[in-house]
């Protein structure tokens, strides 16, 4: 069955380090991969997303992401967190060309220390 | 261009009731998504409607129903409500169903007591 996983469930950094989120899924082929973030309360924000093309891939708020088929992986990196970045991450797959199903890891929480 | 409403944003209802819950995707968009998130269990995938046609089902029991208008304008209903059903949904809308990204709504925050 299709899955995302993400490991840490956690994550603490200081504001100007940088960062990387870790997510795998499993999957028959090539997915559309997916980056959200969540702030306490609210909907979700699409960070950024990779189709097919160029794996590495640029997003919104200064973050990247990049697809390693060999690895199942699509990790999320900013190189120089802000404060304003603490929230929730989620990575999420797309299985199909024709239907908007997302699977979700369980996502990650950021804390920025000053 | 205005984003995904949901309306209303937050609810309490009485176990037994009944509650529906709206969404409005953005213009130009014909699919939207629903999903259930709770601190157990994540983000779970309720269902997706297609111009007016439910194209795909999560694992959720038959106390929850959608429904999508002409307008894109999509409803979810859970009926006999459980304190289980405590939960933030979410609504996405997407351009054409598959293969575009889905952009979500604000929630609706439903609290059985």
């Known amino acids: 069955a299709q899955s995302v996983t993400q490991p840490d469930i956690h994550i603490t950094v200081s504001e100007g380090a940088s960062l990387e989120l870790r997510c795998n899924y499993s999957?028959?082929?090539?997915?559309?991969l997916f980056w959200y973030v969540q702030s306490p309360g609210q909907g979700l924000q699409l960070l950024l997303k990779?189709?097919?093309?160029?794996?590495l891939v640029q997003g919104i708020k200064g973050f990247e992401a990049e697809f390693k088929r060999s690895q199942s992986s699509f990790n999320l990196r900013k190189p120089s967190v802000h404060w304003s970045d603490a929230a929730e991450y989620f990575c999420?797959?797309?299985?199909?060309?024709?239907?908007?199903?997302?699977?979700f890891g369980t996502g990650t929480r950021l804390q920025v220390f000053p | 261009k205005a984003g995904v409403t949901q309306t209303p944003r937050y609810l309490i209802k009485t176990r037994g009731q009944q509650v529906t819950l709206s969404c409005s995707p953005i213009?130009?968009?014909?699919?939207v998504s629903w999903y259930q998130q709770t601190p157990g269990q994540g983000l779970q995938f309720l269902f997706e409607?297609?111009?007016?046609?439910?194209?795909n089902k999560g694992n959720f029991p038959g106390r929850f129903s959608g429904r999508q208008f002409s307008n894109s304008r999509s409803e979810m209903n859970v009926s006999t409500l459980e304190l289980g059903d405590s939960a933030l949904y979410l609504c996405?809308?997407?351009?054409?169903?598959?293969?575009?990204?889905?952009?979500f709504g604000q929630g609706t925050r439903l609290t059985v007591v």
């Open positions: 999420a797959v797309g299985l199909y060309h024709n239907t908007d199903k997302l699977i």
């Open positions: 999957y028959g082929a090539t997915p559309y």
């Open positions: 996405a809308s997407s351009l054409k169903g598959g293969g575009t990204e889905a952009f």
């Open positions: 409607y297609f111009s007016e046609t439910q194209r």
């Open positions: 213009s130009g968009h014909r699919s």
């Open positions: 990779y189709f097919s093309g160029d794996t």
